[in-house]
């Protein structure tokens, strides 16, 4: 920036959101593979959410939330691509951003993917980058190039940027040295969170048709290999990470780090067995639901020490409230469903939530209550207006809730619902409540019922979208 004394000294605000990137394949969160390195070195520096979950998936209901500090059931976008449109009245933070006097950046494909059904993720940009995503190719290095050209631009105004990562998104395909770079090819490696071993045999009997054609589109050498496919997830975030490193670093040297709020965060996770899927992001367990967040505040920010580990439960809604709060920028009129994590941050407060209520409709209609300790989870079997839904393989779909104790089964591998009636009615109950509170004052149908696409749209597009290696 200019040293002019009108210079506006509000800091830069830089969203770095990261596809489907689990936590628990990161360093900082405690994965033993050294994936992050980068995304470590920042963590070390700022402060870490240790349980975050969002609030709707997968992609466009996740950042619609994050950008608006609503709920899905308030904003109404609960698939991607989306089949809703964001009311106008909605003001996301760009646009709050530039009325505020930020210049505003996106690096982002929301807008162009999905045949322009996101058009809103272009509201309160200077400069909207669109891009059309394309695995198996250097696309982040693309992506970086541009936002270090627009963040070390000499500007009198603070400025907003959000650069939006695919790598770890399926089709996995890192260049090398990546694609190699995680693979014991004499290891087994266990499934997340001490599950047994996977044998790709026992993935692909689960359901052959979609399986195969899954795999088939990653083009993999080796696609027997479970080490190997893993590996390859891995790879992405290690290749991601490198351009994550390339970012900060390019901030650091043009000197705007100090008075940068930086913030990383995923949409969602992905899938490595949990609920009976792999290789996707669908099912409302906390292998899909829990995010990476890690907020790293301005140089001497007054609110908090500036690192350390958080505890209390945050949402992908409490992103707005926050960085309005952190920036000076006003909030919207409206009320929001988001809170503040202010609190969690400078240690005032222990919790600003006791619970995240989550929603998908994309692949399977469902509704899930997470708590610190339990979970319930709601799957809808039916539409609005009583047409059957299938589950993600185009089966019939089993209605039964689960309930799941986080404190002896984190891995979610054991219902409890038969063997807990009473807790699973208090759970249901209570999901119930949270939800008609944030439907209030709506008429139309429940909107996860019945809006998402069915199995053959996606089988039909699955191998035919992706450029390959």
Same mark, same amino acid.
């Given at each position: 920036?200019?040293?002019?004394?009108?210079?506006?000294?509000?800091?830069?605000?830089?969203?770095?959101?990261?596809? *489907?990137?689990?936590?628990?394949? %990161?360093?900082? &969160?405690?994965?033993?593979?050294? +994936?992050? @390195? /980068?995304?470590?070195? =920042?963590?070390?520096?700022?402060?870490?959410?240790?349980?975050?979950?969002?609030?709707?998936?997968?992609?466009?209901?996740?950042? *619609?939330?994050?950008?608006?500090? %609503?709920?899905? &059931?308030?904003?109404?976008?609960? +698939?991607? @691509? /989306?089949?809703?449109? =964001?009311?106008?009245?909605?003001?996301?933070?760009?646009?709050?951003?530039?009325?505020?006097?930020?210049?505003?950046?996106?690096?982002?494909?929301?807008?162009?993917?999905?045949?322009?059904?996101?058009?809103?993720?272009?509201?309160?940009?200077?400069?909207?980058?669109?891009?059309?995503?394309?695995?198996?190719?250097?696309?982040?290095?693309?992506?970086?190039?541009?936002?270090?050209?627009?963040?070390?631009?000499?500007?009198?105004?603070?400025?907003?940027?959000?650069?939006?990562?695919?790598?770890?998104?399926?089709?996995?395909?890192?260049?090398?040295?990546?694609?190699?770079?995680?693979?014991?090819?004499?290891?087994?490696?266990?499934?997340?969170?001490?599950?047994?071993?996977?044998?790709?045999?026992?993935?692909?009997?689960?359901?052959?048709?979609?399986?195969?054609?899954?795999?088939?589109?990653?083009?993999?050498?080796?696609?027997?290999?479970?080490?190997?496919?893993?590996?390859?997830?891995?790879?992405?975030?290690?290749?991601?990470?490198?351009?994550?490193?390339?970012?900060?670093?390019?901030?650091?040297?043009?000197?705007?780090?100090?008075?940068?709020?930086?913030?990383?965060?995923?949409?969602?996770?992905?899938?490595?067995?949990?609920?009976?899927?792999?290789?996707?992001?669908?099912?409302?367990?906390?292998?899909?639901?829990?995010?990476?967040?890690?907020?790293?505040?301005?140089?001497?920010?007054?609110?908090?020490?500036?690192?350390?580990?958080?505890?209390?439960?945050?949402?992908?809604?409490?992103?707005?409230?926050?960085?309005?709060?952190?920036?000076?920028?006003?909030?919207?009129?409206?009320?929001?469903?988001?809170?503040?994590?202010?609190?969690?941050?400078?240690?005032?407060?222990?919790?600003?939530?006791?619970?995240?209520?989550?929603?998908?409709?994309?692949?399977?209609?469902?509704?899930?209550?997470?708590?610190?300790?339990?979970?319930?989870?709601?799957?809808?079997?039916?539409?609005?207006?009583?047409?059957?839904?299938?589950?993600?393989?185009?089966?019939?779909?089993?209605?039964?809730?689960?309930?799941?104790?986080?404190?002896?089964?984190?891995?979610?591998?054991?219902?409890?619902?038969?063997?807990?009636?009473?807790?699973?009615?208090?759970?249901?109950?209570?999901?119930?409540?949270?939800?008609?509170?944030?439907?209030?004052?709506?008429?139309?149908?429940?909107?996860?019922?019945?809006?998402?696409?069915?199995?053959?749209?996606?089988?039909?597009?699955?191998?035919?979208?992706?450029?390959?290696?």
């Amino acid at each position: 920036m200019n040293d002019d004394e009108n210079v506006d000294r509000r800091p830069n605000i830089v969203i770095v959101a990261v596809d *489907t990137l689990r936590p628990d394949h %990161l360093g900082c &969160y405690g994965y033993p593979i050294a +994936t992050s @390195p /980068a995304i470590d070195a =920042l963590a070390a520096e700022s402060v870490v959410f240790d349980q975050a979950y969002a609030a709707g998936i997968p992609t466009t209901p996740s950042f *619609t939330t994050l950008l608006s500090g %609503l709920h899905p &059931y308030q904003h109404r976008v609960v +698939t991607h @691509p /989306a089949q809703v449109h =964001l009311d106008e009245d909605i003001q996301l933070l760009p646009q709050l951003a530039k009325e505020s006097g930020y210049v505003t950046v996106a690096l982002d494909n929301l807008v162009v993917q999905g045949l322009g059904k996101g058009t809103w993720f272009a509201r309160g940009y200077d400069h909207y980058s669109g891009f059309l995503y394309k695995p198996f190719g250097d696309q982040s290095t693309q992506l970086t190039d541009r936002a270090l050209e627009f963040a070390t631009k000499p500007r009198d105004k603070p400025l907003l940027l959000f650069i939006h990562y695919w790598d770890p998104h399926t089709p996995y395909g890192p260049l090398p040295p990546y694609d190699e770079m995680h693979y014991r090819p004499d290891e087994v490696p266990p499934g997340p969170q001490g599950m047994p071993a996977v044998d790709m045999a026992q993935v692909r009997a689960i359901h052959p048709d979609y399986y195969e054609a899954f795999l088939a589109d990653m083009n993999l050498r080796h696609p027997d290999d479970y080490a190997y496919v893993l590996a390859q997830y891995d790879g992405e975030i290690s290749q991601v990470d490198h351009q994550i490193g390339r970012l900060i670093n390019g901030l650091k040297a043009h000197q705007s780090w100090d008075n940068t709020l930086l913030l990383l965060v995923s949409d969602h996770g992905e899938c490595f067995g949990e609920g009976g899927l792999y290789f996707d992001h669908h099912g409302l367990y906390d292998a899909v639901t829990r995010l990476a967040m890690i907020l790293k505040l301005p140089a001497g920010d007054r609110s908090g020490p500036g690192q350390g580990r958080v505890d209390g439960m945050v949402s992908h809604e409490d992103v707005l409230p926050t960085l309005c709060e952190l920036s000076g920028i006003p909030r919207p009129a409206y009320d929001l469903t988001g809170r503040s994590m202010v609190p969690l941050i400078d240690g005032s407060a222990s919790e600003i939530r006791s619970s995240v209520v989550s929603v998908e409709s994309t692949r399977q209609a469902s509704a899930a209550l997470r708590t610190t300790t339990e979970k319930v989870i709601v799957p809808y079997a039916a539409d609005a207006a009583g047409l059957p839904l299938p589950d993600l393989y185009g089966r019939p779909r089993d209605p039964a809730p689960r309930l799941f104790d986080l404190r002896d089964d984190p891995a979610e591998r054991c219902d409890q619902a038969l063997q807990r009636p009473a807790d699973l009615a208090r759970m249901s109950a209570e999901l119930d409540r949270r939800r008609s509170s944030l439907l209030a004052g709506r008429t139309d149908p429940v909107p996860e019922q019945g809006l998402g696409l069915p199995y053959d749209f996606f089988m039909h597009r699955r191998g035919r979208t992706a450029t390959r290696r």
